[in-house]
Each structure stands twice: as C-alpha cells, then as structure tokens.
Nanobody, 123 residues
C-alpha cells in the first residue's frame, strides 16, 4: 500500500488542523492505521492509531482529548483532526499502515509509511 499524508501547515496555538492520509494499492481496509510525528532532534513518536474498521482507537496521553483519528474505508483515507494545538505539537507528521489486527504504538510494527507533512504551531 502506498500512503501520502497532507494537510499540514502553520497555525497559531489554540488553532486546529486536519491531516489526511490517502492510500492506494492493496485493500486499505485490511490495515490498521497510525499517525506518528517527529520533531527536530527527537525520536519518532506515536500519536494515534485506529483498527481496520475504525471502531477502536488509541492515543498517546499528550494528545488525548485534543486529537481524533478516524478513517473512511470507502475513500481509502485516514484523518487526524487536531484541535487546541500547542507549540510542542510542532513536528513532521507521518501516517503508517500495519497489517496486523491489533493497535500498536511501536513504529517498528508498521510496514508502510507515507511521506510526512509539516505541522508548525506558533506561540
């Protein structure tokens, strides 16, 4: 599966952005999907994940209540709605696909990755 993330940009603290990850290739609905981010000089960090159906989701603590992951299997797209953004959310955001039925926060579990999209939150 090929993935392409988009929707990043520059936003003021407290603002919102919606990221998109479009998938092509093999059946999108057979993959659990995750969002990760990487800030300069830092390791790649798990943000959120959703199961193949989208019925279950999983978030890192720092984004709970602010970010929402969702997917539309008919459109081969996964979304990350980001509200109440903070300067510490600034990073390159990546979407990733995992063929297992479980949700993982470990980036090494994900088989396919898209190019990232830059999110910058100004204070």
């Amino acid at each position: 599966v090929q993935l392409q993330a988009s929707g990043g940009g520059l936003v003021q603290a407290g603002g919102s952005l919606r990221l998109f990850c479009a998938a092509s290739g093999r059946a999108f609905s057979s993959y659990a999907m995750g969002w990760f981010r990487q800030a300069p000089g830092k390791e790649r960090e798990f943000v959120a994940a959703t199961t193949r159906s989208g019925d279950n989701t999983y978030y890192t603590n720092s984004v709970k209540g602010r970010f929402t992951i969702s997917r539309d299997n008919a459109k081969n797209t996964v979304y990350l709605q980001m509200n109440s953004l903070k300067p510490e959310d600034t990073a390159v955001y990546y979407c990733a696909a995992n063929g297992a039925p479980s949700l993982y926060s470990d980036y090494r579990r994900y088989e396919y990755w898209g190019r990232g999209t830059q999110v910058t939150v100004s204070s």
